[in-house]
């Protein structure tokens, strides 16, 4: 497995964990990432985008809200809601990340951790708020 998707993957656990019972994200962090073997660039990688993600918490759920027609956030599953919180983390603050390869990487994710149903709709939205927010020659 790819070091980054595994970053990511360790990402989804901790903001699954977050999004369902709260808590410290910190405490989450180390907890969960106990359970994974990272280098510790990779580790920090992770950790990178957990912390986008809690500090700009409400600006990426209104982001995803906006994009999502007739999808209202709670309503979506979980692991998919961490998926696009990391998906759109990527597009805006790790421009490194190309766009192809974030979106990619959350279909890939949501293959193994969600439903069938997931990928597509993760790979549409991603796309769609991709083209809004990142762009074209950086995409």
């Known amino acids: 497995m790819k070091k980054r998707r595994k970053a990511r993957i360790l990402a989804m656990h901790c903001l699954y964990q977050y999004d369902l019972v709260g808590g410290s994200i910190e405490e989450i962090f180390e907890e969960t990432k106990k359970n994974f073997r990272l280098e510790r660039d990779i580790s920090a990688f992770s950790w990178n985008i957990t912390r986008h993600i809690i500090d700009d918490w409400q600006k990426l759920n209104a982001i995803i809200s906006k994009y999502s027609d007739n999808w209202d956030l709670e309503r ?4 998919d809601r961490a998926l696009l919180r990391i998906g759109v983390a990527e597009l805006l603050y790790f421009p490194e990340s ?3 390869v ?4 959350a279909v890939e994710i949501a293959k193994a951790y969600s439903t069938d149903n997931s990928c597509s709709f993760i790979n549409a939205l991603l796309d769609k708020i ?3 927010l990142v762009p074209e020659k950086e995409r």
Do not use: G
């Not at 979506?76 to 692991?79: E, F, H, L, R, T």
């Open 130 to 132: 991709s083209r809004e």
């Open 102 to 105: 974030t979106i990619n990487e």
């Open 76 to 79: 979506m599953c979980s692991v």
């Open 98 to 100: 190309p766009v192809s």
